[in-house]
């Protein structure tokens, strides 16, 4: 027999949702092939079977699953499988501490959700459910959330992660509350342990982008692909990898980093249906064109299809942008894992002198590093940020890009 095992599919979530069986119980299915689908706040990822043999699934569809749940067994036959249905193996849950024979189980996290409202045993067994999961305590929660509230009033089950986190309503408290999406709460997940385990520093450098503006413009024409500011930052931050290594490093013990071997580098990217941070690979290896192609791919999955975990890990550094007019200045967090994140903010005009003490407009945005201070200091960080600096404002780095566009062409 070989178990069924949800794998960690990102640093995100520490529990997913199973979307689909892929085959039947009974079914025989091969090694390598797809069983299952589960759901995580960014994407939907397909589960390979281990083993040939006999499907037998122990998880209902929509159910919660967490990394390294068996959710289902792969047996050797179907005769296998048979013995282990009459053996009536229970799943792995806990049952009420002083439960009567013949009640209510809990998972390990409604449990533990439970006794962190002080459910009694009497409120979970009233559920009328053999087996209670964290959904049905959140629910059962809510419910207790919205008793004081007006009929009319938005009543929301996603209410009980608030009241688990401790900052939110209490349990009697009659004000409506919303729900977060579990995109949203993933990206809480994500920003608390980034705040919990990363000192991070800030460093700001201003980028004059005239030129680099202009060449995006002829690059935009010569190709028919829409190239702009984040396209060039992103192919700018990818030739620094060599000579900045630490600002693509992943930390490790404390004591050493792991360095990248390739600048694979996340973008942000937010059209309205929360925030992903899909990965450019290989950077380096690529054109600006081929980055925008990249970047406008992602852009429409974002609002339609959505993302496989796959895209959205193995980021080396991450380029967050904050690009409407007003924005000056973006801190955005540092991911677990990583070390950089590079913002830029909205492009801003500025007067100023030229070489002949005449009075010209100039084009800017300001360009920030937070960076992981365990690892990097101020002085790499400004470093950094000056070279990234100079590719984008260099006469000679952007006609470069406009003689291979030549050269193609």
């Known amino acids: 027999m070989t178990d069924l095992v949800v794998p960690k599919l990102n640093n995100n979530d520490t529990t997913y949702v199973l979307l689909d069986w892929l085959a039947e119980n009974g079914e025989q299915v091969r090694a390598g092939e797809p069983i299952a689908e589960v759901e995580t706040s960014k994407a939907a990822e397909e589960l390979l079977s281990d083993g040939d043999g006999v499907l037998h699934r122990l998880v209902e569809v929509n159910r919660e699953c967490a990394p390294g749940d068996v959710i289902g067994h792969v047996f050797d ?70 008793a004081p509230a007006a009929a009319t009033e938005p009543v929301v089950v996603a209410a009980a992660a608030a009241l688990a986190a401790g900052d939110g309503p209490e349990p009697d408290d009659p004000r409506p509350v919303h729900a977060l999406s579990r995109a949203q709460r993933a990206v809480a997940a994500v920003v608390t342990e980034s705040h919990r385990e990363v000192p991070a520093a800030l460093a700001v450098i201003k980028v004059r982008v005239d ?66 941070i899909p990965v450019v690979r290989d950077v380096e290896e690529l054109t600006c064109v081929e980055i925008a192609e990249t970047l406008m791919d992602f852009r429409s999955r974002a609002g339609g299809e959505g993302f496989r975990a796959g895209e959205l890990a193995g980021g080396t550094i991450v380029v967050s942008l904050h690009t409407d007019p007003d924005v000056v200045l973006a801190g955005p967090i540092v991911f677990p894992g990583q070390t950089c994140v590079v913002a830029i903010g909205g492009t801003q005009d500025e007067l100023a002198l030229d070489a002949d003490g005449q009075v010209v407009t100039r084009r800017y945005v300001n360009l920030s590093a937070v960076y992981d201070h365990r690892v ?22 952007l006609a470069d890009l406009l003689d291979r566009i030549a050269v193609d062409g």
């Open 77 to 146: 036959s179907e005769e296998a499988r048979q013995r282990f249905l009459a053996e009536a193996v229970a799943p792995a849950v806990v049952p009420l501490p002083d439960a009567s024979p013949g009640g209510p189980v809990l998972t390990d996290s409604a449990r533990e959700l439970a006794a962190a409202h002080g459910l009694g045993d009497d409120e979970l067994r009233g559920l009328g459910k053999a087996v209670v999961r964290r959904t049905d305590v959140e629910r059962l929660l809510a419910d207790r959330s919205a």
């Open 211 to 276: 030129a680099a503006l202009a060449v995006a413009r002829q690059l935009t024409r010569a190709t028919r692909t829409l190239v702009g500011l984040p396209e060039l930052l992103v192919k700018a931050i990818g030739g620094l990898r060599e000579d900045h290594p630490l600002l693509f490093a992943a930390p490790g013990d404390g004591s050493s980093v792991r360095l990248a071997e390739a600048a694979h580098v996340g973008v942000t990217i937010d059209v309205g249906t929360g925030l992903f």
């Open 376 to 397: 990097v200091n101020g002085r790499e960080a400004v470093a950094f940020l000056q070279a990234v600096k100079a590719a984008l404002e260099s006469p000679d780095h």
